[in-house]
């Protein structure tokens, strides 16, 4: 970055890109010929990624957090001053009274199909949107869940804010924490059966293949009993769950419902009584940052890989 020596200030002037950059946003290429100056993240785990690549010098805030989690002391200390412009999905209008030039986000991860806040409703104004990729199932065909969804994201966005190495030297760490992660631990007999409950009692909202918790399931060894199911998250009954019988339940950890009181309604409840999971008291908790893509994603596979192997 150069600086310019004014009468009045110290004026921060950012280069154009070297040659325009071009990235695969979904279904979409979107051309950066500068990297944004005013970008605003959605959700906690987007808002992470950004932080990982110590990008907030380029950000103008954050939105959708604290209408449903909590800032830890972790991420505080990486948000600094920056604001949180909207506590749920923002607004077009809120993105831009901040004179936001890009949007971070996914497809219920800020920005839903249809709805008042997408990419072609926000181009007109200057905002070019980066879709999280995990998310892109809504809108169009792709793989099941893997880790490659996330580095992908971290990579494009190293790309677009004109700092590939530092991203791709991030990339390589994870892969190389994610090895480790294996290479400490035993390996399995078989692979254990996993149920994702995140929330819901007359019926439960789960994580089925195109969803993040697929791949951290398996990456630490395991199978996600809803691999079956055709969607990221969405809501199943009871009776497969029963039938598919887990081995271990991952709570998903967030909102008002505490993640022991989820436990405690599947430890209470008779329907579930013969269910392994539930007789062994075989339990991992993930909060809501880990289970969705993101930088935490490495820390997730360490506890699922450990809670798989206890006994």
Known sequence: MK?????????AVTPALADPVTVQSCDRE??????????VSNDINLTEMMLALELTDHMVGFTGINGWNKIDEEMRAGIGALPELAEKY???????GAGADFYFAGWNYGMRVGGEVTPETLKPFGIQVYELTESC???????????????NDLLNLGAIFGVPDRAQALVDGYRA??????????PLDRAPRVFVYD????TPFTAGRYAMPNALIEAAGGTNIM???EKSWGTVNWEPVIERNPEVIVIVDYGEVTAEQKRAFMMGTPAFADLDAVKND????LDYVEATPGPRNIRAVRKLAEGFRAE
């Open 3 to 11: 600086y310019l020596i004014t009468s009045l200030a110290l004026v």
């Open 30 to 39: 979107v051309t950066f010929d500068a990297p944004p100056q005013a970008a």
């Open 90 to 96: 923002p607004s077009k209008e809120v993105l831009l």
């Open 137 to 151: 199932i809504h809108i169009m065909d792709k793989p099941e869940a893997s880790m490659d969804d996330m580095y």
């Open 177 to 186: 924490d994610l090895d480790a992660v294996l290479a400490d631990l035993p």
């Open 199 to 202: 929330s819901g009692e007359d």
């Open 227 to 229: 691999k079956d199911f």
């Open 282 to 285: 075989r339990f991992v908790v």
